[in-house]
């Protein structure tokens, strides 16, 4: 691994990010990070409240869609920022990939939370997922 959490890639009109980790669950945090940077300095985003996200998917790729989908619907119907990201479990089963994680967050307020683009969802154009031991890359593009 390359020290870095995630990156911006070279994109024209979308966001394009590489999220890295030592393993699988940890570039999938990254990911989630950077999916709210693009959208506000999580840095300013307070961990005050904890949510549990439950999914499933047949493969890494769907797991990795639908993880940041999941986000992405839970800020556009409750207005909630995370800026901290544990997934619990990343297992292979017999149906596919599960994924269980802990979510930390608040509330959006504008008075503290600068707004950046807007992301309308993510995408499977161009999504990749390289493992290698302790280093894993997961790249997507985030449709703004």
């Not at 393993?23 to 950077?34: S, V």
């Not at 890494?60 to 619907?73: N, R």
Request: hydrophobic content about 45%; charged content about 30%; aromatic content about 12%.
């Amino acid at each position: 691994m390359c020290g870095k959490r995630f990156e911006f890639l070279e994109h024209t009109a979308d966001a394009y990010i590489a999220a890295y980790g030592k393993n699988l669950p940890e570039a999938f945090e990254n990911a989630a990070l950077a999916l709210f940077e693009v959208m506000t300095d999580t840095g300013n985003v307070k961990p005050l409240v904890e949510e549990e996200i439950e999914l499933e998917a047949p493969d890494k790729a769907s797991l990795l869609y639908s993880w940041l989908e999941e986000l992405i619907v839970r800020f556009e119907t409750s207005g909630m920022l995370y800026s901290k990201f544990r997934v619990l479990k990343l297992e292979d089963g017999k149906a596919g990939f599960r994924l269980k994680a802990k979510i930390w967050g608040e509330p959006f307020d504008e008075a503290r939370h600068v707004q950046k683009v807007g992301v309308k969802a993510v995408t499977y154009h161009r999504m990749e997922i390289s493992e290698e031991p302790g280093n894993v890359v997961v790249k997507f593009i985030l449709d703004i």
